[in-house]
Each structure stands twice: as C-alpha cells, then as structure tokens.
C-alpha cells in the first residue's frame, strides 16, 4: 500500500499544475523524513519557529534606538530625560542582549538546515536545544519576575511560547 506523498507517486501531476513548487518541496521533506520518522520532522519545524522568533527578537533589540515603552513604564522616565550615559549602556546592554539571542536564531536555522539536508543525528540538535532552554528560561524568568514585581505588561508571554517550543522539542528528542 502507498501513500499519497510516497516516492512511486512524487505528486508529479500537481508540480506541473503549480506555479510554485509548494508540493515538490513537501514532498522532498516527507521522503527525508519518512513517515515513520515524523518525530524528526516536528523537531525540524519546531527548531525553524524557535530559530525565527529569536531571529526576530534579538534583531528587534539589536538594532533598538531607544529603549522599549516596557523599560520606560518599568523605570517611570521617559528616555529623553534619561542622562546621556545612562542612555548609551542602556542601548549598549540592549546591543548585547539582542547580539547573543540573534546568534542564537542563526544557530537554530542554520542546525535546522543541516539537520533537514543531512539528516544531521539528534545529539548535536539536543544540545543546541539545551542552549536554546537555558537562554530562553532566563528571560522567561527575568520578564515574568519583573512583570510580577511591577505589573508593567513585559515580553514574558512570547518567551513562555518560544520555552514551550523548546521544552517539547527536547521531549521529543529523549522520547525517542
């Protein structure tokens, strides 16, 4: 019995009905993978998604002018009255944050490219994603506790989601 992504089938008739190759490429990443090694393919698209968001959010921080509208209700300044030093190791330590979870993303997207070309094993995939579980549980707790000490609205519940994508990547790696 086939199935409808299998080899003998190679959804040849929708390639060529399509004007991208939507279809050639899912059907490439189904025959890496294997239907039986479904795990494999969620811990690559879940990999993508943590490799994107800290992507996004360390670019976001790397290349702030100014701090957040967060920072200035948590600190009750405005950042025009903030002293110009106080300004520059602020967007200095923004810089630095950002540059470390940037790397971080690149770090996922570029595992996860190698992981899907490759079939790259999941010990160097299960310590990139300790990595990942460390950086990202200490800003989940750094934005929960100072949301909770100030009940100024922080990033907490973005980092609680990219902890949770970690956490059952990491459960599906030791699972199997």
């Known amino acids: 019995m086939h199935s409808v992504l299998s080899a003998d089938y190679n959804l040849n008739f929708l390639n060529r009905e399509c004007k991208f190759n939507v279809f050639k490429w899912l059907n490439r990443i189904y025959l890496n993978f294997g239907q039986e090694n479904w795990w494999k393919l969620a811990i690559l698209i879940l990999i ?29 300044i405005s950042w025009q009255e903030l002293p110009k030093n106080f300004k520059n190791l602020m967007i200095t330590l923004l810089k630095m944050a950002g540059s470390g979870i940037f790397a971080l993303g690149f770090l996922n997207l570029a595992f996860g490219f190698i992981y899907w070309k490759n079939s790259l094993e999941v010990q160097p995939i299960s310590i990139l994603l300790i990595a990942d579980f460390i950086c990202w549980f200490s800003i989940f707790m750094i934005t929960f506790s100072t949301f909770r000490k100030t009940k100024v609205e922080t990033p907490w519940k973005s ?12 459960i599906l790696i030791f699972l199997k």
């Open 48 to 76: 993508l998604c943590v490799g994107i968001s800290s992507l996004f959010i360390g670019g976001k921080f790397l290349f702030a002018k100014q701090i957040f509208p967060y920072h200035e209700k948590i600190i009750e």
């Open 159 to 170: 980092s609680a989601f990219i902890l949770i994508l970690i956490i059952i990547s990491l």
